[in-house]
């Protein structure tokens, strides 16, 4: 039985999520108002232009280029435009014309999240935005809520599908980088501008909503590492596949405490990384998501599922549009956030993982033994080397002539170096001495090794 009083929605956009979150507000009107207890009410959809064609059909009427006056009759919010402002702007006058907002906006949200959290625990409303990451993932309220009596060591999450798709396009078909960012284009995952993808800053915002949220501290967008695949190659994808790994752009959570090195806090990260075929986030493929995480009582827990797309994203907008209009009929302040463990955000070299470096040296007596001695001395533990050397006379490849000390070659090896678990500082001083050795024709790439 309905006894509240219908609850008037705005909207913000009626883009690729804005024009589905409308109709399924709109078709699904009575048995939204059946599970909250109120009617929801489209009052009206704010846009650039009214006149533009939408993805869905949506009543005219409706549309209105009026932000300012529309958000001052509603009860809630929902913030769909996307950008930093007048996104910002109007999400804070509708926190302080009293309604609850809903937004996707992670690009506002790692910028300026702390800012709308404190306006709207200022006026008792609450700001949701279980859409910003991961799309149609239930993530954001699993680590606010149902995490929220657990301890979270580590978060490994695949946030951003169109890099995903990439990958996953290299590694199961054996694509080009180039060619599998024109598929990805022309099949719409990618932004029309894709540097935000390739490059990982959208994984890089996510990673600061996430680190925020699991460790209960401010994490400045600016203080996530970051580095992008547009250096991953075809060879390396194939290499790491013959070594039982996958390379994937994770955006890495992490709360290190190390009382021997006295470092203390949290690490957000993003870049591409080997991990297991066997590790639950290598079977993630496509343009599909995951986060992956660590919690010291809860275990290992994996939320999957579609990271991006209009309709998809609408489910997880208005899951919060629900849970917004249920406070708004039961009454009582938002659900703060707490942000006061205030823990200090590491730099990237306090991190500690395992690496795999391949390197082109000379096929000659002794150059084994002075690699591996580099490693030793600046504490680095070596896993497993192995080698392939190439032949000056024709080129091909044979394995181990090294290990055997052979000396007949005078062409070049290829070295592919799997370290145990070292400190970033250490790795990159041990790289740079071997990079300055006359043996070292080249080192070909490095990348860290997760999931372990
Ligand atoms: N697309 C996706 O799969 C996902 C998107 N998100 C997030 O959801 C949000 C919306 O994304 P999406 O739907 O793809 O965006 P679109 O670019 O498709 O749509 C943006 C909408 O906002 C309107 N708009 C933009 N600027 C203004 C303005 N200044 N005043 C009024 N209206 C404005 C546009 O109006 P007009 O049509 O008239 O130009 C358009 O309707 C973003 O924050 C995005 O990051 C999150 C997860 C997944
Ligand atoms: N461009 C993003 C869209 C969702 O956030 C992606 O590829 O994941």
């Known amino acids: 039985m309905i006894a509240y009083r219908n609850l008037r929605v705005a909207l913000l956009g009626a883009g690729s999520v804005g024009a589905q979150v409308a109709t399924l507000l709109t078709e699904h009107h009575d048995e939204l108002a059946s599970r909250v207890g109120a009617g929801l009410d489209l009052i009206g959809i704010a846009v650039r232009d009214v006149d533009a064609p939408r993805t869905a059909p949506i009543d005219p009427a409706l549309f209105t280029t009026d932000a300012m006056g529309l958000i001052e009759s509603a009860d809630i919010v929902i913030e769909l435009m996307g950008g930093i402002e007048p996104a910002r702007s109007y999400i804070l006058h509708a926190l302080n014309s009293g309604a609850d907002v809903v937004t996707g906006n992670k690009a506002l949200l790692a910028a300026h999240g702390p800012e709308l959290q404190a306006a709207a625990e200022q006026v008792g409303a609450q700001v949701y935005y279980e859409a910003a990451v991961a799309g149609a993932i239930p993530i954001i309220r699993p680590l606010r809520d149902s995490l929220a009596g657990d301890r979270v060591k580590r978060i ?77 190659t075809a060879a390396q994808v194939a290499q790491a596949q013959k070594a039982g790994y996958v390379v994937k752009l994770l ?164 070295l592919v170096i799997v370290t145990h678990v070292a400190s970033e500082r250490a790795l990159s001083r041990t790289v740079a001495d071997i990079a300055d050795q006359q043996v070292v024709v080249r080192v070909e790439s490095v990348l860290r090794v997760e999931g372990a």
């Open 156 to 232: 490994l999450g695949i946030v951003n599908g169109t890099t995903n798709f990439i990958l996953d396009k290299m590694d199961v078909e054996g694509d080009t980088f180039e060619n599998a960012l024109a598929v990805a284009t022309e099949l719409g995952y990618a932004e029309a501008d894709p540097t935000a993808d390739i490059e990982g800053y959208d994984a890089a915002q996510k990673a600061a909503i996430l680190a925020r949220l699991a460790f209960h501290t401010d994490v400045p967008v600016e203080a996530v590492h970051r580095e992008g695949i547009t250096q991953i």
């Open 251 to 414: 955006a890495i959570c992490e709360r290190i405490t190390d009382p021997s090195s006295g470092i203390d806090g949290v690490s957000a990260r993003v870049y591409p990384a080997l991990i297991s075929r066997q590790h639950p986030l290598a079977a993630v493929h496509g343009g599909k998501n995951a986060v992956f995480v660590e919690a010291e009582a809860a275990g290992d827990l994996m939320f999957y599922g579609a990271g991006a797309g209009g309709i998809e994203t609408a489910s997880a907008v208005l899951g919060d549009v629900v849970s917004a209009a249920r406070r708004h009929v039961a009454g009582g302040p938002g659900v703060a956030e707490t942000t006061h463990a205030n823990l200090t955000i590491l730099p990237i070299d306090s991190v500690s993982t395992r690496y795999q470096i391949t390197l082109e040296v000379s096929d000659a007596p002794g150059v084994l033994a002075r690699i591996a001695s580099l490693f030793s001395e600046h504490g680095v533990s070596v896993e497993t080397v192995q080698q392939s050397i190439a032949s000056v006379e024709s080129g091909a490849t044979r394995p181990d002539a090294l290990a055997t000390g052979t000396s007949e070659s005078s062409g070049t090896a290829t």
